[in-house]
């Protein structure tokens, strides 16, 4: 089994900072692609941004200029900073990850809630 754990969730006022983290372990080969996903109530899960294994990297256009994310392969980890926050922003993010070898496939974290309010 793979297990993926965020952190880093918070609450943070508009123009403030996150930065949240997943981090992988279990049996597996490698992973190639991982992302972050958000959602709201009554609305579908929408990619934030992913990375890929190589560091290359794409975000949702609602994002691109405020958030960074980035991956260490050594920690299995992936983060996601967050800046210039606007309430919109507020979802419960979750972590993917695309695993190869042993347990292969799609892999997700079970969230970790982001709210920007003054």
């Known amino acids: 089994q793979v297990q993926l754990v965020e952190s880093g969730g918070g609450l943070v006022q508009p123009g403030g900072s996150l930065r949240l983290s997943c981090s992988a372990s279990g049996s597996f080969l490698r992973i190639n692609d991982m992302g972050w996903y958000r959602q709201t109530p009554g609305k579908e899960r929408e990619l934030v941004a992913g990375?890929?294994?190589?560091?290359?990297?794409n975000y949702a256009d609602s994002v691109k200029g405020r958030f960074t994310i980035s991956r260490d392969n050594a920690r299995i980890t992936v983060y996601l900073q967050m800046s210039s926050l606007k309430p919109e922003d507020t979802a419960v993010y979750y972590c993917?990850?695309?695993?190869?070898?042993?347990?292969?496939?799609?892999?997700w974290g079970r969230g970790t809630k982001g709210t920007v309010s003054s």
């Open positions: 990375i890929s294994s190589g560091g290359s990297t």
């Open positions: 993917k990850a695309e695993v190869v070898g042993g347990v292969a496939g799609v892999f």
